[in-house]
Structure formats: C-alpha cells, structure tokens
C-alpha cells in the first residue's frame, strides 16, 4: 500500500464527536457523566423522560418509595454532598428520592451535557473506525468511541393487552408510567391490577380515597412491613459523623448495604426462640428480614418454617380467613423480591377493599363499563396496571443495537443474557452496560453500584487513552467463564426456583436465566479490579 493510500484511508475513517454517549439519567447515568467530565472525557447524555431522575422520574405512584434505607441509597463519591444532604425518613418517598437526584444534577451542573425528551433508537458499531453511531428518535445520530448504557433494570414496562380496550372508558393508569399531577381517586371505583411492589405501596393509600378498591391477584406475594419512619436528628448524626466508615462498611457485606444479620440456622433456635427472632426482625421491618437467619434462602425446610411464620402473621392481622388464605403464598419465602409495604394486609379488612383471585381465568377483558375477571363483571372509573417490567434486560434490548459483523443484541440474548462482569459484551465492542444483567445490581445497593461500575468504565477508558487503545471487546472466552459464574452462584439460592422477574418469567418468550449475579458484592468487586489490574484480562485490545 502506497503512503497516499495510507493518508486517503485515514481521512476517510470516521471520527468520533464525543468519547462517550450515555444513555439514561438516573442515578447512573448521572455518575458516568460526571466521572467522564472529571476524567477529561467529552460526553453527551440522553433521556426520554423531561428531566434527571430514571426510574425515579417515572414511578410516581401513591406510595411509591424505595426498599433500601434513605442513608444507603444514595451518593457517597463526595463526603460534602453525603453530609449536607438531609434524608427526612428511613425510606426515602419517590418525590424526596427525585429531589435528591435533581439536587445532584445541579450541583455538579449535569443537565448540560444532557438531551432530555430523547430516546436513543439505534446504535450500530462501526469496526473500521472503531466507534458507535447513536440515533435518537429526534433524528439526530451521534458518533460516540463508546457507548455507555444506564438504562436501568426495572425500566422497561410491561402492560398486558386485554380483548376489549379500545371499548373502555374509564381512565387508565400505569404506575411506572403515572402522571406528573397528582390522579384524585376520591369517589371512584378503582381496579388495580397485579400484586408486586407497585401495587402493594399504592393500595393503602388509593384505598384511603377511593370509592372501592379492586384488587385482582394471579399470584400472591410476601410483603413484609417496612417499619418506616421518620429519622431522628441523633441518628443521622451519628452516621453522619463517620459517614466514610459506615458506608466501607456496608461494602464488606453481600449486599452493599448495613442491615443486621443473626448468622445462625433457623434450626439453631427452639421453636419459641425461633418465633422471638422473627418476631424481632418483623419489628425490624422490610429487606433485613432476610437476616433473621442465615439459610432462609438456602435450604428448603429452613424457607418452610419461615412461610409458616408468615402465615400465622397474615391469619392473625386478615380478619377475613378467605382472604387471609387468599394472601398467603405458597412458593419459597423471599424467592420473588420481598416486598416491603404499610399496611397492605391491614387493608384488606376495610370495607372498601376487594380481593378478586384471577389466578384461574385471569382477566378476561375490558368492558365498556371496567373489566371481566373469572366470568364476573367489574365496573370501574379507572383501572391501574402494575404490571412490572421486562426487567434487566428490556432496557437495552428495545434499543437497535448492532454490533461487531452485524450482530445484533436481540440476536445474542436470545438465550439470556451473555456478558462478561455484568458490564460488556463480546462482540459489542465499547459498548457497557452497566448495573445489570451478570453484576450485582439489584441485589445490592443500587447506587453504589452505579459508583463502583463508573469508577470501573472511567479507569477503563484512561488506560485505553494511555495506550492509545480505541476498541475494547469482551473475548468470547471470558465471556463463557463469567456467564458459568453467575450461574453457578445461582445455582445455590432458592431464588432461582420460582417463577419472577429476576428470571425473565414475566415475559412471555424470554428465555429463563437467573440474571443478576448472586455471589455478593465484594467477590465481584475483587474481579473487576483484579481483571483491571492485570491489563485488562479477558478482553482484546485494539489500535486503530
Ligand atoms: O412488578 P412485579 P412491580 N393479569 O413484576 C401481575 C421494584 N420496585 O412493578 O405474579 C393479572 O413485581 C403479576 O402477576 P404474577 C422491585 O424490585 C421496587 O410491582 O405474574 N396480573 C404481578 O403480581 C419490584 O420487585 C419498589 O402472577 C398480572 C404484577 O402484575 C420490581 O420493581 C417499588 C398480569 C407485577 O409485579 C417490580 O415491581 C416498586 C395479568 N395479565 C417496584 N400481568 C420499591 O419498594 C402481570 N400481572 C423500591
């Protein structure tokens, strides 16, 4: 090849007109921008909804608030943010949680880097110039070097489709898509369908206004009392005064977040100890009561005697034995994710309050009037879906992203999700993904997550730069090893063995795969860093 060749060639190769587009504005998305600003990395953000927030921005249902306490789910980059940032209760509402993220965004001035009001539709890797073209639904295509997913796992709504729909002339909600003004359900009938987290939060307090309440369940769930409250000034002080501490060490454990932990058997105890522990960890409230013992989620009879419990709590708070029977769930205790409510089975003694089984017919249509479910008709004002997600990966496989010889994600997750440390995928080079599939991400603290995995992508591409590396991809290899990993960690739990969205068994032709990584935060943390210490081991490094 002659020098001109050479130059011709050069000139024609694609430059890239930021290193990085980020997809999505919440919590980690917001983090990837930053940490790429502050590393001397252009980027440009992008976000269907209005505004910063993710998932947060959306699910603004009554009653909406997190599972993880207020003091753990959030920021702890930067101790001045950590310490003037007041959390009012122990779960933070969605509109506090919202406040707080837009807090963020001012404070480190991110909206200026972001595109709101824009869903990314497309995103194609271009191998000879070794960069991605984005396109937006406004018609704008970016070239980015890489492109960085922070979609989120719970993000993607699903919404089942009734016979009958365009018949219905109530109003119709959904509540991880609800609206931004508050829905006055005062005097209305409403029907609320599904019985996950959505619904359990929101109908207490739809019930408070509403005229009747419907509530139609397939399958029943552990909703476990949260135990919210507010928080006291002496309690956030004393986080707060060695706030660096608390937060090292709520990383040594598997789930990234303090709760206390009684490491015993539930056969250790008499059956009367036994009762006082969970009784203990009942007051306790909400996700740490999975750490009342060491092997509910391990060992079957252990998960028995633990949904024994439950039952005698839901007999004895349900007046109604019909409905009690009707609440209680007969699959492993905690294998769906346990739901942490106020109020949810106290509710069902109010007059206003229906349980309607569908778990035979299910629901049968939309009416005119509301709806049909096992052959009886419901008339309604508004109906509500909380319906759930096409969880971990919907976020990523609704966009049109191809990669490496025309390979498409829908293509190589047809038989789950195939990645290497949760974080890329061989064959899509440049390309992270990150708090999802394969990483710890909902089974640990969200937000620390998002920290570990931009700190992760951010060195990643300083030491490509240092080296003049442009492309990155996963080798086919380490990809298998780590896919063989999560499995077999997963192998273990009882979570695996039911029916739910960390399976993908809510969506219909989604193929079953246990898709977070179970083995616990600080065992995934010690391989991202070790594979990054060691020159980034597993991948294939290129030079343009
Ligand atoms: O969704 P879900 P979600 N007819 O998938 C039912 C997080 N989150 O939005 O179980 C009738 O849990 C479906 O029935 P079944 C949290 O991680 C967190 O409530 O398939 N019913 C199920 O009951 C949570 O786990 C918080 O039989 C139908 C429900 O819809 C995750 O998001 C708050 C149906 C969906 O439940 C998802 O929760 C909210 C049909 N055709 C959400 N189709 C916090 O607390 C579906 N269903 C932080």
């Not at 929101?202 to 019930?207: G, M, N, Q, T, Y």
């Not at 879906?385 to 609704?398: C, I, N």
């Amino acid at each position: 090849m002659t020098e001109t060749n050479t130059l011709e060639q050069a000139e024609t190769v694609l430059r890239p007109d930021v290193d990085a587009v980020v997809v999505g504005a919440g919590f980690t998305g917001l983090y990837m921008l930053l940490r790429l600003r502050q590393e001397g990395f252009t980027a440009r953000g992008f976000d269907a909804a209005p505004g910063v927030g993710g998932t947060w921005y959306w699910n603004r249902y009554p009653g909406a608030r997190c599972d993880i306490e207020s003091m753990q789910y959030s920021f702890q980059f930067d101790e001045e943010l950590q310490q003037e940032w007041r959390w009012t209760e122990r779960y933070a509402s969605q509109p506090e949680i919202l406040a707080y993220i837009e807090h963020v965004a001012n404070r480190y001035d991110l909206r200026r880097d972001i595109t709101f009001n824009t869903r990314i539709e497309a995103a194609t890797f271009d191998e000879t110039s070794h960069t991605w073209l984005v396109e937006t639904d406004g018609g704008e295509a970016v070239r980015a070097r890489h492109f960085i997913m922070g979609v989120g796992c719970l993000s993607a709504p699903i919404r089942p489709k009734f016979d009958g729909e365009a018949d219905y002339r109530g109003e119709v909600y959904q509540t991880s898509l609800w609206p931004k003004d508050p829905v006055d359900f005062t005097g209305k009938r409403v029907g609320i369908i599904g019985t996950g987290s959505s619904a359990i939060q929101s109908l207490p307090l739809i019930a408070e206004d509403a005229e009747h309440v419907y509530l139609y369940q397939r399958t029943p769930n552990f909703v476990v009392p949260a135990q919210n409250r507010p928080l006291s000034d002496e309690e956030v002080a004393e986080i707060k005064a060695d706030y660096k501490g608390f937060r090292a060490r709520a990383k040594q454990g598997l789930t990234a977040f303090l709760f206390p932990r009684h490491d015993r058997s539930v056969f250790d105890l008499a059956p009367e100890a036994r009762r006082a522990k969970l009784d203990e960890y009942w007051d306790l409230g909400g996700l740490p009561f999975l750490g009342a013992f060491n092997d509910i989620l391990f060992d079957e009879e252990a998960n028995a005697e633990v949904a024994r419990y439950w039952r005698s709590r839901i007999d004895e708070i349900v007046d109604d034995p019909e409905i009690a029977e009707l609440l209680t769930p007969d699959e492993f205790f905690g294998c769906k994710r346990l739901c942490a409510g106020t109020d949810y089975y106290e509710t069902f003694n109010r007059d206003n309050v229906s349980l309607v089984d569908v778990s035979d017919l299910g629901i049968e249509c939309l009416t005119s009037a509301g709806l049909r479910a096992e052959g009886v008709d419901y008339d309604l004002d508004a109906i509500i879906y909380a319906t759930g997600f096409d969880a971990m990966t919907g976020s990523v496989t609704r966009i049109r992203i191809t990669g490496s010889d025309g390979l498409t994600i829908q293509k190589k997750w047809e038989d789950g999700p195939s990645n290497y440390l949760g974080l890329t995928i061989a064959g899509f080079p440049n390309m992270f993904n990150m708090v999802s599939a394969g990483s710890p991400s909902v089974l640990a603290t969200m937000v620390t997550c998002a920290e570990q995995h931009g700190d992760w992508v951010v060195d990643c591409l300083s030491y490509m730069r240092e080296h003049d590396f442009t492309s990155i991809n996963a080798t086919t290899v380490a990809e298998d090893d780590w896919v063989a990993t999560v499995n077999a960690a997963s192998e273990v739990s009882l979570r695996t063995r039911c029916d739910s969205w960390y399976v993908g068994s809510n969506v219909v032709g989604k193929a079953r795969v246990f898709a977070p990584y179970i083995g616990g935060y600080p065992p995934y943390v010690d391989k991202c860093e070790t594979v990054a210490a060691t020159g980034y081991d597993g991948f294939d490094l290129e030079r343009l």
